[in-house]
C-alpha cells in the first residue's frame, strides 16, 4: 500500500508558513519603532528633552506604553498615540529599541 504524501506536503507547508511569519513579526519591532522616530529622533537616539529610547530595559518600555495606552500615566500626546498599538506591537516595538546600542 502506498502512503500518501499529503500529510508530508502538508506539514512542509506549515513550516513555510510558519517561517514567513516569523520575517514578517522580526520587522514588526523595526517598523512600529519607526513610527517613534518624529519626536524621539532617528534610531530613537534623542539629544533634547523628549528621552531617547533606544537600549532602555524592554519590560519599562512596554509597562510605560500600555500605562499611557490604558490612562494610567499622564501626557500630552502620548496617550493619544498609545491607544494605536496592540500589545503585540508594544511588546515589538520595545523589543526592538531595547536592542538597539546607545
Known amino acids: 500500500m502506498r502512503r500518501s504524501r499529503v500529510p508530508a506536503l502538508a506539514g512542509f507547508a506549515l513550516l513555510l508558513a510558519a517561517g514567513s511569519t ?27 528633552g523628549i528621552p531617547s529610547l533606544v537600549g532602555r530595559d524592554r519590560l519599562s518600555l512596554v509597562r510605560q506604553m500600555r500605562d499611557f495606552r490604558d490612562g494610567r500615566r499622564p501626557s500630552t500626546i502620548m496617550q493619544q498615540l498609545a491607544k494605536g498599538y496592540s500589545d503585540a506591537e508594544i511588546e515589538a516595538a520595545a523589543a526592538y529599541l531595547s536592542a538597539q546600542n546607545r
Not at 24 to 37: E, I, Q, S, W, Y
Not at 41 to 48: D, I, L, V
Open 22 to 48: 516569523a520575517a514578517v513579526d522580526a520587522n514588526l519591532g523595526r517598523d512600529v519603532a519607526a513610527n517613534c522616530a518624529s519626536c524621539h529622533a532617528t534610531g530613537g537616539r534623542n539629544q533634547g
